[in-house]
Every structure is written in C-alpha cells, then in structure tokens.
C-alpha cells in the first residue's frame, strides 16, 4: 500500500515507490503497531541530505530487504524538518545509545514509540565492524521474537532517563558574567581559520552574533574574522551565493553541499550586522560582507522563492554530471578547462587564480570548489561571475525540497528586513513582506499556525514554539520597517497564542502544545544549534512585540523564559548563541543601555534618516518608520509630526533629530 505519495513533505514522497511498506507518523501506525505487536522501524531524514540518499538507494530500494521488514515491523518514514519534535526526542536515543547522531537516523521501537535501539546510517554490506542492514533488521525482529520482555523493559528505562534531559539545566544564583561567557563562547575559535572548533566546521552565525553584540576588540575580531573566512571559502557559493550547511574540513574548502534556507536566513542577518561593525576605514570587509549579502538575498530570490512568495526549505547536495550520474557537489566545482572554456585563457587563468583552481584539484576527480583569494578587482570579478553563473545554470541543478516550512521562513523575512532597510533596497522588503503574506494565508488556520506547507497547501502537521516565535519575530520587524501595523497585530496574535500552548511551569516554553501528541516525553530543546530554540525564539518575539506595542507584561514573559536558558548558557555559551545575545542586550541594559523604541518620522520606509537609524542602533532596538499619524503602534506615533527620529529608553525621551551626529548619541546614550 503507497501511503507516501500524497505527503506534504517531498522527502517523503521520494520514497512512495520503494518496496517497503512505509507508514506516515500518526496514530494510524502506533495503532496497528499495537495491533500487530510489531515493533517501530522508524527511519528519519530530509531530502538535501545525502547519506538519506545513499540509504535509499542501497537498502530502502532492495525487494530482499523489504521481505526482511514489511512482516516484522511497522517501518515509519520520518521528515525531520517537518517534524522537529520526533527528531529531538530520537535524537537524543540514539546520542545516548551509540554517542554520536546524525540523518539518516534509524530507531527501533516498541509499538508505542519507545526507543530500544538507535544507529545512524547502516550500509548494505558489512564493513568491518559496522553491521549491514540487513544483519541490524534480522537481529533486532529475532530480538523482539525471542526477548520481547527484555527489549520492552530496556526501552521504557531509556525513555524515563531520556524524559529527564528535556529539563532546563540548574543554573548558578546571581548575576551573570557576561565577560566570563564571552571568552567560553570564544575559546574553541580558530585564529589560522576563522569559525569555532575543527572539522567538520558549521557557520554558527548565532554565535557570531552575539560577539557582535558589545563591539569588544576581541570578540569583534573572532567575529569578523570568521564571517570573512567563510565569505572566501568554498562553504560559500561564490557564483551563486548562499552557503552549504558544513565545510568537512577545518579551512572551509570542501563543504557538506546541501544549502539550508535557515542557514542562510541566519548569515544573512548576520553579515547585515557584521557589515554595521565594520569600520569605514575597511573598505574591504565591508564590501566583503555586502558582496555576501547581496548573493545571498539573490540566491533567496532566484533558486528558493517558490509560486506562494514563500521561500522553500533547501537544495540538494548531489545533481547529475554531464553523462547523467550522480555526485556530491558537482554542480558547484571547476577545473581550469572548464573556466577556460567559457571565459578565454586570460580570464580563465585570472579566475583560476582567484578561485584557487587547481590542476589536481582541491575536491575530487580533479575539480575544485571556489574560494576567494587576494582581493580582486570588484568589476572583474562581477563579470567573471555573471558569465560562470550563466554556464553553470546549464549544468544539472540540484533537486529542491519545495516545501514551505513556517520558522525558517519568519527568520529569512526578519533578516530581509535588516538587509533592506541597511541597504536601501525596497524589493528586498518586497520579497519579506511575499513570504509573510504567504505564512499568513497558507499556514495560519483556525486560529493555530501549521508548521509547513506544500504548492500552497498547508500540512497538518500543527506548528511548533520556534514556528510561532520565528515568524512573530519576522511580522514584527516587518511591521517596524514598514509601518504597517497589522504585521505587529498578527505577530501580537502569534505570541499571545503561543504563550497558551507552550508555556511551561517555570516560565519557559515547551517545543510542543499542551494538547499536541505526547509520547515518552515533552520535547524541550533549549540548544542554539544550529537554529534558535523554541524557547529562544518566542523570547525574541515577545521583546519585539512588546516594544512596539509598549506592552511591559510580554517583556517581563521574555524575561521569565530567559531564566529557564541560564544554565545552558552557563554551561555550554557556544552552543547558545541566541540566549547569549539576549543575556549580552539584558547586560547592557542594565548599565543604562536598554533596548530603545526608535520612530523615523517620514513616508519612505528607506529614507537617509531610516537607513542611518537601522545601520547605528545597538542590539535589541526596536525600529519603527511610518509617516506621521500612523495607528496601530501604541502610543509611538501620537504627536509625533516632525520628519524627524524619535529615540526612547524606557521612561527617557530625547530631542528629536534629522542630526546624523545627534542620532548616533540619542542611540547610544546610557540613562539611569
């Protein structure tokens, strides 16, 4: 029986064909599984990931293979990105039961989900000590026959231990040392290479972001340093623009080559911010990160933007070469023949040299990725560019995963907004204001927002803490950059929603509603890594709104959540990267540097006076254009005439000011 060929999710639909008798999630499977007494094969991955592929196409196409599972178990193909929650609660099974994670993961369970055995990918053959597929199947359903008892006791054991770890860390009593997180947060940086750790080396822009917070020497430069290292690695695309996922190498030249909208939705704000802490005397830097974020936006835009106006979830890492076989990245890799085939010899051997083209190759079968050497000359470089983009877009694309997925969507409009309002490019807000429209219309239903969508057409699959708290976050500054309150209005909606489904007891948020499918836990995952948490998002969400709507009882929500992160960011800073930046914001606010409501007064949302407010506010301001008389935004707009910026920290309101000098110390003013 095909049950995955009208899935909401593309990564489910790949596998409709094969000779396994898969199950969507649901109470459908957990029913029959406890009507049959089988146990739960429950594989989980996505439809960029490449070893998800490799699996398929060894072990999940094989007839032989399938005789083994469709009588013994209940196999349940598992979307990761849609479904998060299962993902966290599997996860953390198989981290405990083998030590290490990652896609594909593959988990056996009893009929009603508890885990009893967990490993990743698993190839058809024996290598080693690693067990062929075939041998973990046919071991685990003579396991189940023969020591069912046995399996059942061990699984409900791990599901209690595992309950526990969904628990907020204790935290240290006091007042935190920010310092003191800053330089954890920054003791695995990379000083030969820039980023945080070895290989394999994620972007981390989280993190990033936070160093970027108070502008110290130190911090600035880990900061600065890696946004420049990635911006000439072969992590990024440097015709396209956009970055993969991972580099497998500690200097960022070979990457993992699936591209993640969160990944990029992420860097994008980042390199936005990382641009407004550049000096004006580092011309290079700066057009660096503007360079990174202008392929980004139009990676977005080009490749990503789907028929909704919402953006979709990613891009394959593998595409077919000219003869039709398959490859990992071989859509983005060159040789010196082939840039001298479509540039000429002059040109080819410059972008040779440019793009550290080799004859043997820094990849594989002599190809190399591209990767930004010296500092060329920027005209050049654009029109190599343009003619390599144009040749390449005659290659085989990677396949796109089309489906819609509500949190990474609020973040990619919430850093449109930035990169539009620093950068002077309306069409920018167009594209973020498209894709919101687009959450608004196809993922908010009966008054609860779903987490994806699919040509248009909402899954049902209801959203969770990060969806709500992303996408508010993202109407939010949309309605700041804009003026139109009923952005503010519908992200006050989301939060005001989401603070009746999530809350928890001790004034933190759950990933899942109250009255959501529960199983042997209540997923919490309060991790940075490599997107924000639920939690951090909804705290995000509710300062934003409540500065905009000057309401203090959502911040003093935000403040009770951030407490319930502190021992996490206690203990492991660099992997909270978004409760840092908030800790680092509630620092400086409390040597007089609150977050401010800063209003420009004028009927173009992208005037000198707005971009100049949007391009100095600290951390944790909140921007609000309109022309005067705008409604919807609490009391900020009320006899407020002058075509001027109107900046207020808590309780203390400055002179208004067209004076670029006189707008920069209203910002940055300390008040008691």
């Not at 991955?45 to 999940?60: K, L, N, T």
């Not at 503007?290 to 936006?297: K, Q, S």
């Not at 010296?374 to 877009?393: M, Q, S």
């Not at 539009?420 to 069409?427: G, L, Q, R, Y």
Request: proline share 6%; glycine share 8%.
């Amino acid at each position: 029986m095909n049950r995955l060929a009208d899935a909401s999710s593309p990564y489910l639909r790949l596998h409709a064909e094969n000779p396994i008798d898969w199950w969507q999630w649901g109470p459908e499977a957990l029913a029959e599984a406890e009507r049959s007494g089988r146990p739960l094969l429950i594989s989980i991955g996505y439809a960029s990931c490449h070893w998800c592929h490799v699996m398929a196409a060894e072990s999940f196409s094989d007839p032989a293979i399938a005789e083994l599972i469709n009588p013994n178990f209940i196999p349940i193909k598992v979307d990761r990105e849609e479904r998060p929650d299962l993902d966290a609660l599997y996860m953390a099974a198989t981290q405990s039961l083998t030590g290490s994670g990652g896609w594909p993961m593959t988990v056996f369970a009893t009929p009603s989900g508890e885990p009893f055995f967990a490993g990743t990918y698993f190839p058809p053959e024996r290598v080693g000590a690693t067990p062929s597929f075939a041998e973990v199947v046919s071991a685990i359903s003579d396991a189940w026959t023969h020591r069912r008892d046995e399996a059942a006791q061990g699984a409900s054991a791990i599901s209690a231990a595992l309950a526990e770890s969904f628990a907020p860390m204790p935290a240290d009593p006091g007042r935190l040392d920010v310092w003191k997180l800053l330089d954890a947060a920054s003791a695995d940086f990379d000083p030969l290479n820039g980023g945080f750790g070895t290989a394999p080396k994620f972007p981390a822009p989280l993190l990033i972001d936070a160093l970027l917070v108070k502008g110290e020497p130190g911090s600035l430069d880990a900061a600065q340093r890696s946004l420049d290292a990635m911006a000439r690695g072969g992590i990024h695309d440097q015709l396209g623009g956009g970055f993969a996922r991972y580099s497998v190498d500690a200097s960022w030249v070979v990457p993992h080559f699936e591209k993640m909208l969160y990944d990029n939705a992420l860097l994008l704000g980042t390199y936005v911010r990382g641009w407004r802490r550049t000096a004006d005397h580092d011309p290079t830097l700066r057009w660096q990160h503007e360079r990174v974020v202008r392929g980004i936006v139009g990676w977005l835009d080009r490749e990503l933007r789907t028929e909704s106006g919402g953006f979709a979830s990613s891009l394959d890492a593998d595409s077919l070469d000219a003869h039709g076989n398959r490859h990992e990245g071989i859509y983005y890799c060159w040789s010196p023949a082939l840039l001298t085939d479509v540039l000429g010899p002059e040109d080819g051997d410059w972008a040779a040299g440019v793009f550290h083209v080799t004859s043997t190759g820094t990849f594989e079968h002599g190809l190399s990725t591209l990767q930004l050497r010296g500092h060329p000359d920027p005209e050049r470089l654009a029109g190599v560019t343009e003619k390599l983009l144009a040749e390449r877009f005659q290659r085989y694309a990677p396949a796109r995963d089309d489906k819609v997925v509500a949190a990474w969507n609020g973040l990619a409009i919430d850093s449109l907004c930035w990169a539009a309002t620093v950068f002077n490019e309306p069409s920018w807000l167009e594209l973020a204001t498209g894709a919101a429209e687009a959450l608004w219309r196809d993922h908010w239903i009966d008054g609860r927002l779903r987490r994806s969508s699919l040509d248009g057409q909402a899954g049902d699959v209801p959203g969770f803490a990060e969806d709500y708290g992303a996408v508010a976050t993202g109407f939010a500054r949309l309605a700041g950059a804009t003026g139109n309150s009923v952005w503010l209005e519908r992200a006050h909606t989301l939060v005001s929603t989401a603070v009746e489904l999530f809350s928890a007891e001790d004034g933190g948020f759950y990933d899942t509603a109250a009255d959501a499918e529960q199983l042997w836990a209540r997923p919490r995952s309060l991790s940075d890594n490599p997107t924000p948490s639920g939690t951090s998002t909804l705290i995000a969400g509710l300062r934003l709104v409540g500065l905009l709507r000057d309401d203090s009882e959502l911040i003093e929500l935000a403040d009770r959540a951030a407490l319930t992160l502190r021992g996490l960011l206690q203990a492991a800073p660099r992997f909270a990267g978004a409760a840092l930046t908030d800790a680092l914001i509630a620092d400086e606010a409390r040597t007089g540097l609150k977050p401010a409501v800063a209003v420009v007064i004028g009927d173009d949302p992208l005037d000198e006076l707005a971009r100049a407010t949007w391009r100095m506010a600290p951390a944790g301001t909140a921007v609000l254009t309109g022309p005067a008389g705008t409604q919807g935004f609490a009391h900020h707009f009320e006899e407020r005439t002058e075509s001027s910026v109107y900046v207020c920290r808590g309780t203390t309101c400055f002179a208004p000011t067209t004076d670029l000098a006189e707008l920069r110390t209203a910002l940055w003013s300390r008040v008691n």
